[in-house]
T-cell receptor, first 109, second 116 residues
């Protein structure tokens, strides 16, 4: 199973940019990197997915270096509603998706 | 288009009782998953079904059984509930991808289970 490592928690303030980094040293050649967001009492929600370099959508950006052993989720100008747990997911060649503990982001006023 | 639905939303069981958690998706996805999430923990995969008619064990299958009834429905059964199975259970389905092993799952709202 592919193992990912993320910070357990992060704090930020409204209007700031937040970067959450995930390490995945044993990522397989064909694997994509996917990030999910989970609010309390809800199921996780897909945010963004990428393979290499940079991907941007209306919610976030994902930066992936050339060696693909890590990735960084960037949330521009966070608001209180971005307070959630963020999961980095890499399947690592196995069919079993593995969610770690995720990163608990708290945005303060 | 309701996405992924789960029933019931809440359930209280006594140790030794049995129950089935229901999950259905209307997105024509092939793969479906059952996870459990304990307080302060990430999601752990219990069972998954890559396609209709197939099921496989995930990370924590002990104490559970599953049935992929058809393409839409994937149920999780606890034959003899134990307090250690108190958790929030999420069902998910996966959007088909191409050659690369992408991973876009759609989750249901969850079932909160308390076993006394």
């Amino acid at each position: 199973l592919a193992k990912t490592t993320q910070p357990i928690s992060m704090d930020s303030y409204e209007g700031q940019e937040v970067n959450i980094t995930c390490s995945h040293n044993n990522i397989a050649t064909n694997d994509y990197i996917t990030w999910y967001q989970q609010f309390p009492s809800q199921g996780p929600r897909f945010i963004i997915q990428g393979y290499k370099t940079k991907v941007t959508n209306e919610v976030a950006s994902l930066f992936i270096p050339a060696d693909r052993k890590s990735s960084t989720l960037s949330l521009p100008r966070v608001s209180l509603s971005d307070t959630a747990v963020y999961y980095c997911l890499v399947k690592g060649g196995s069919y079993i998706p593995t969610f770690g503990r995720g990163t608990s982001l708290i945005v303060h006023p | 288009n309701a996405g992924v639905t789960q029933t019931p939303k809440f359930q209280v069981l006594k140790t030794g009782q049995s129950m089935t958690l229901q999950c259905a998706q209307d997105m024509n996805h092939n793969s479906m998953y059952w996870y459990r999430q304990d307080p302060g923990m990430g999601l752990r995969l219990i069972y998954y079904s890559a396609s209709e008619g197939t099921t496989d064990k995930g990370e924590v299958p002990n104490g559970y059984n599953v049935s992929r009834l058809n393409k839409r429905e994937f149920s999780l059964r606890l034959e003899s509930a134990a307090p250690s199975q108190t958790s929030v259970y999420f069902c998910a389905s996966r959007k088909p991808t191409g050659v690369a092993i992408g991973e876009t799952q759609y989750f249901g709202p969850g079932t909160r289970l308390l076993v006394l």
